[in-house]
């Protein structure tokens, strides 16, 4: 009976340690995946074809596609076009958006997609009425809060 009392001692915390630093060892010489490399490009939207509605597996909702003809204006990949579907935001010829490159590391493909449309344009409209309308109805007192 002591001798099944002395080795039941020893033997789950010598488990318990075993246990904690299996994990450890067990991944210790697994294969390291690069990731995905991944860019974000302006582009612009030379033409649209192919515009449908596809219903969403599950859901019975329905959701626009299009695929999109576009060049790419700045970035590494500047003046190249490419074509791709879109399903995310519509779009019309002439939009300018952000486009996302993404490069597989498994197999070097190349896929395409919408990030987001740009923006910047509407932003400074915006601007500019502001300090319009500040003027406007702040007069002078109105020029002096924006200034200050």
Known sequence: MEIKKRLSRGFFPAVFILSCFLPF????????????????????????????????????????????TAQIVSGPDANQVVTFTND?????????????????????????????PYRLNVLLELAVALVVLIIVFGGLQGVRGFMS
Not at 38 to 61: P, R, Y
Not at 89 to 106: K, M, V
């Open 25 to 68: 060892i067990s991944f210790a010489q697994s294969a390291t995946v690069t990731p995905e490399t991944q860019t974000i490009e302006k582009a612009k939207v030379i033409s649209v074809s192919n515009q449908t509605t596809e219903t969403i597996q599950g859901t019975g909702a329905t959701e626009p596609v299009q695929t999109l």
């Open 88 to 116: 995310y935001t519509q779009l019309a010829p002439g939009d300018i958006f952000y486009l996302r490159h993404t490069t597989s590391s498994l197999d070097g493909t190349d896929y395409y997609s919408v990030s987001d």
